[in-house]
């Protein structure tokens, strides 16, 4: 049997999604705050420390969102959409990261966390964009077997 593809948004109504979505997201958000903070540590500055995390968290976020969050099997396509979904928040990352840390003073560790949830409803969007062609709301129907016309007699 072929598989369709976006056959598991179908399973997947958005409140499914979204819990899912939000523990990939704490995922994704942990290994930030601990590259950007590790980072830090070492002395790396932290616009450099965005461009790494960037790096690791990125293809991490892709495969969890597609295989867990929409149950949707991995394609380059959609790699590539949510790359440029992730990419387009990124200078906004840095210039919260920018006022927070250089303009307002804020440690690393305080900054990040704070870029993070601001970040979070745009990172939702993006990845439903990026993976799933349209917004699925709730679970498709079951299929039902097509009906046959009947014999008519004229």
């Known amino acids: 049997m072929e598989q369709t593809p976006y056959t598991g948004a179908h399973k997947r109504p958005l409140v499914e999604r979204g819990w899912r979505y939000t523990l990939v997201g704490a995922v994704c958000a942990t290994a930030h705050n601990a590259i950007m ?50 990419a387009l928040a990124y200078p906004i990352s840095v210039a919260m990261m920018i006022v927070l840390c250089s303009g307002l003073g804020l440690g690393v560790a305080i900054a990040t966390p704070i870029a993070t949830v601001a970040l979070f409803v745009w990172n939702f969007i993006a990845a439903h964009w990026a993976i799933l062609p349209r917004l699925y709301l709730r679970p498709a129907p079951a299929p039902t077997t097509p009906s046959c016309p009947g014999n008519s007699t004229q």
């Open 37 to 86: 903070i590790m980072a830090d540590q070492v002395g790396v500055h932290y616009l450099l420390g965005t461009v790494i995390s960037f790096l690791a968290v990125t293809p991490l976020g892709y495969a969890l969102h597609s295989r867990f969050t929409f149950a949707e099997p991995l394609r380059f396509k959609a790699f590539v959409r949510f790359l440029g979904g992730v």
